[in-house]
């Protein structure tokens, strides 16, 4: 069964949202937001408001952008036109003969660390922790399975049950 995807990529607005990603074409662009799709899914569900899923589905084309930002289009990038990707976290490191930066981003879950390589990716895990979170809230207590039999919460002794 398949449903309709609740949101429409707008290259227009993603390009005046991510200005750096430009020289992205459009076409190259739909095919990012296509597996943007792939990540977040493109349906009404958790995330139950059309503006908030464009919102984080932009955002990861924007962060696919950014990650295949050397070739664009399948050609390499030596024009220049495109924004690198982005460095993402504190500085954790820096010399400055031969000049060395390290960055890093600490206290952060293993599944994070895909997302925190770029800006964009960065602010949709940011975006998406209340969807990755959950709130318990604890049922009524254990009753008997079978009242009548005692106050064991599961049946006592063996049973035969016939299959037909």
């Known amino acids: 069964m398949t449903q309709t995807p609740a949101v429409t990529f707008n290259y227009i607005a993603w390009v005046a949202r991510y200005p750096g990603l430009a020289a992205v074409d459009s076409d190259f662009a739909q095919l990012l937001f296509n597996e943007a799709s792939l990540y977040c899914a493109n349906v009404l569900g958790i995330v139950c408001d059309v503006n908030t899923l464009s919102a984080l589905l932009n955002m990861l084309t924007a962060h696919l952008a950014y990650l295949n930002a050397p070739q664009l289009n399948g050609q390499p ?3 220049g036109t495109s924004a690198p990707p982005s460095q993402v976290g504190r500085v954790s490191n820096a010399s400055e003969g031969s000049v060395t930066v390290a960055f890093d981003m600490p206290n952060q879950p293993q599944g994070a ?3 925190q390589q770029t800006q ?3 602010a949709f895990w940011a975006a998406t922790a209340r969807f990755r979170t ?3 809230v604890p049922g ?3 009753q008997p399975a079978f009242p ?3 106050s ?3 049946p006592i002794g063996p049973r035969v049950f016939t299959v037909r």
């Open 140 to 142: 009524a207590p254990m």
């Open 134 to 136: 959950f709130r318990y």
């Open 148 to 150: 009548t039999l005692g």
């Open 77 to 79: 990038n030596t024009a």
């Open 120 to 122: 964009p990716g960065a």
């Open 113 to 115: 660390a895909w997302y």
């Open 152 to 154: 064991a919460p599961w």
